[in-house]
T-cell receptor, first 111, second 112 residues
Framework: GNSVTQMEGPVTLSEEAFLTINCTYTATGYPSLFWYVQYPGEGLQLLLKATKADDKGSNKGFEATYRKETTSFHLEKGSVQVSDSAVYFCALVSGTYKYIFGTGTRLKVLA | EAGVAQSPRYKIIEKRQSVAFWCNPISGHATLYWYQQILGQGPKLLIQFQNNGVVDDSQLPKDRFSAERLKGVDSTLKIQPAKLEDSAVYLC??????????FGPGTRLTVT
């Protein structure tokens, strides 16, 4: 069946450091891929998405490219801020609109 | 546009008691999801509705969990009787015509 694997956290970075959170997936067909962010005490918010191979999703300085050849959708940001501290979830959706989420990666950014 | 509403935000019950959660999706969203998120894990789908019909409930523990979406709008998730391992955040989400899900703030359930 479909699955999503994320790098384990926590990831601790200094402010202005470069961020990469790895995500790989297993799926039949051509899923759409997402990154969601969850701030403490809140629900999940969509951060960015990509619906086909080679698409790049971007938002708030975050980027991820849908790589079909490596089945990956790694999240990157060139310069993180303290306000980016949160849990990040990689997810995919299949044809029946069933979403599969990764286990989440906690990011902590230190001033 | 109003977001997905959930209530209550927090609930503490003793094991073997029953509890119900309510969700009101974004107006016009036909697809509604209930997820269970255990601390330190990703959301796990419990049930997916399309209007008032069930699309997927393969991971819903049907001996104790039930859900309904009468009239295809708001939805209720019930647990009866609760177990200690049901302690989690219960998230409701809805989806419009595109792929994007919108999540509510969740209900944090503690079973003692």
């Amino acid at each position: 069946g479909n699955s999503v694997t994320q790098m384990e956290g926590p990831v601790t970075l200094s402010e202005e450091a470069f961020l990469t959170i790895n995500c790989t997936y297993t799926a039949t067909g051509y899923p759409s891929l997402f990154w969601y962010v969850q701030y403490p005490g809140e629900g999940l918010q969509l951060l960015l998405k990509a619906t086909k191979a080679d698409d790049k999703g971007s938002n708030k300085g975050f980027e991820a490219t849908y790589r079909k050849e490596t089945t990956s959708f790694h999240l990157e940001k060139g310069s993180v801020q303290v306000s980016d501290s949160a849990v990040y979830f990689c997810a995919l959706v299949s044809g029946t609109y069933k979403y599969i989420f990764g286990t989440g990666t906690r990011l902590k950014v230190l001033a | 546009e109003a977001g997905v509403a959930q209530s209550p935000r927090y609930k503490i019950i003793e094991k073997r008691q029953s509890v119900a959660f309510w969700c009101n999706p974004i107006s016009g969203h036909a697809t509604l999801y209930w997820y269970q998120q255990i601390l330190g894990q990703g959301p796990k789908l419990l049930i997916q509705f399309q209007n008032n019909g069930v699309v997927d409930d393969s991971q819903l523990p049907k001996d104790r969990f039930s859900a309904e979406r009468l009239k295809g709008v708001d939805s209720t998730l019930k647990i009866q009787p609760a177990k200690l391992e049901d302690s989690a955040v219960y998230l409701c989400a809805s989806k419009g015509r595109d792929y994007e899900q919108y999540f509510g703030p969740g209900t944090r359930l503690t079973v003692t």
